[in-house]
């Protein structure tokens, strides 16, 4: 009723929980674990009549309510504790596999759940619940066309206790460089852009480029939750990895792309001084090109400046957004201004025509999504919510990376 990590595939196990079986058989370094297939999914929810909750929001809670209402099979809680102990019982990452995700069509970035920090079978068994409900969630359902949401399989991975942590492009081209974001502590502080990571770029020939940020908080696991932390001053603008980590990271991302087939988004690790990896994809949307600061003469006078995230100049309404309670104030065409973007907010990428953050880097999962939906975002802007007046009329460039209220 579990499938080994080391044998998953894709037809199974999902895009996510195939990729990792396929490292793992290549001899990567990637955290040994299990897949709940889809079959389990399927026959889990079999009988709900799931597939008429999707009418609107009180549909698809009843449709959650009754999927994390059902008792798991007691063949499958057996064999959850089976491929714990197998594991010696550790605390594990529970991350979701979606039949529709982590393709080369849609990354699908945020849509579904997933959970760090996990421990016991109990835990496992709600954990993997909370996941096949996900599909009922408003973002998953946003990010669908129609009909009733896709089987769900469900990784479970040892928890790493990172260092540091983030998300590796491979290139595109032979060309171009290994684009690197990295901070301290676990990795969503990086992929959910709650923090402006350092950005590497190692070249083909081993040389890096590298911007140092001011990464002020990090996440780590105390016991089995997770705690956010302020980061010491002093540490705060040191680099998260070394240029030699850099260079074997970008090496370990060929080694990926190679196997997979074409270009990668990568999530990795550092844990106990080795080199993790935790995901694979296909990159669905690459960022732009990064190059040098334009020069002030070139900067339009009054614009704020960030990291160019998503290609493209738009000229929208600002709507100052700080939290879900001010989702509903958010109309088409709008332009979001907010701290940073969690998966939580991506059905306003739907929606508003461009985004601009105070946090996060160009590989986060709110700057992927507004690649794959088309719309301009510049990320890292610091205090861009309190700068910019709610209902100013303001033009986001993408590309260069500037915000100008016109």
């Known amino acids: 009723m579990i499938v080994p990590l080391v044998e998953a595939a894709a037809d199974t196990c999902g895009g996510k929980g195939g990729a990792l079986g396929a490292l793992l058989r290549a001899g990567l370094p990637v955290p040994d674990g299990f897949v709940v297939p889809f079959a389990a999914h399927l026959a889990a929810v079999r009988g709900l009549d799931l597939g008429r909750h999707t009418a609107g929001p009180d549909d698809l809670a009843a449709a959650r309510r009754a999927i994390e209402a059902r008792t798991l099979d007691a063949g499958l809680a057996a064999a959850l504790a089976r491929g714990l102990g197998a594991l010696g019982d550790p605390p594990v990452a529970v991350r979701s596999s979606a039949a529709d995700e982590d393709t080369g069509l849609s990354s ?11 421990r016991g079978a109990g835990g496992v068994a709600e954990a993997v619940r909370a ?30 206790d990172a260092e540091a942590s983030g998300v590796m492009f491979t290139p595109g081209g032979p060309d171009e460089p290994t684009g690197i974001e990295a901070s301290w502590g676990l990795g969503p502080s990086v992929v959910g852009g709650t923090v402006t990571p350092d950005s590497y770029r190692v070249a083909a020939d081993g040389s890096v480029v590298r911007a140092v940020a001011d990464k002020r908080t990090r996440l780590d696991r105390e016991g089995a939750r997770l705690v956010v932390r302020n980061v010491p001053d002093d540490v705060r603008g040191r680099a998260a990895i070394d240029d030699a980590t850099a260079v074997r990271l970008a090496g370990l991302g060929a080694r990926i792309a190679a196997l997979r087939g074409g270009p990668q988004d990568v999530e990795w690790a550092v844990a106990g001084g080795r080199v993790w990896i935790l995901q694979a994809r296909p990159i ?28 493209g100049a738009v000229t929208g309404t600002a709507r100052i957004v700080r939290g879900p309670r001010d989702f509903a104030r958010v109309l088409p065409g709008d332009v979001l201004v907010c701290p940073f973007t969690d998966p939580a907010w991506t059905p306003l990428l739907r929606i508003v025509a461009g985004v601009v953050t105070e946090t ?7 700057a992927i999504v507004a690649r794959e939906h088309a719309i301009p975002a510049v990320l890292g802007v610091p205090d861009v919510t309190s700068r910019l ?13 500037t915000v100008t209220a016109t």
């Open 108 to 118: 699908a970035a945020g849509r579904y759940e997933s959970f760090l920090a996990v």
């Open 131 to 160: 996941c096949w409900a996900s599909l009922f969630s408003p973002r998953a359902a946003a990010g669908r066309r129609s009909g009733e949401g896709p089987a769900m399989a469900v990784v479970v991975q040892r928890h790493l």
């Open 284 to 311: 669905t949307a690459a960022p732009p090109a990064a190059g040098p600061p334009a020069p002030a003469a070139d900067v339009p006078a009054g614009a704020l400046v960030g990291t160019p995230g998503s290609r």
């Open 360 to 366: 996060g880097g160009v590989l986060s999962h709110a």
């Open 389 to 401: 007046r709610d209902g100013a009329l303001v033009t986001v460039d993408g590309t260069a990376g």
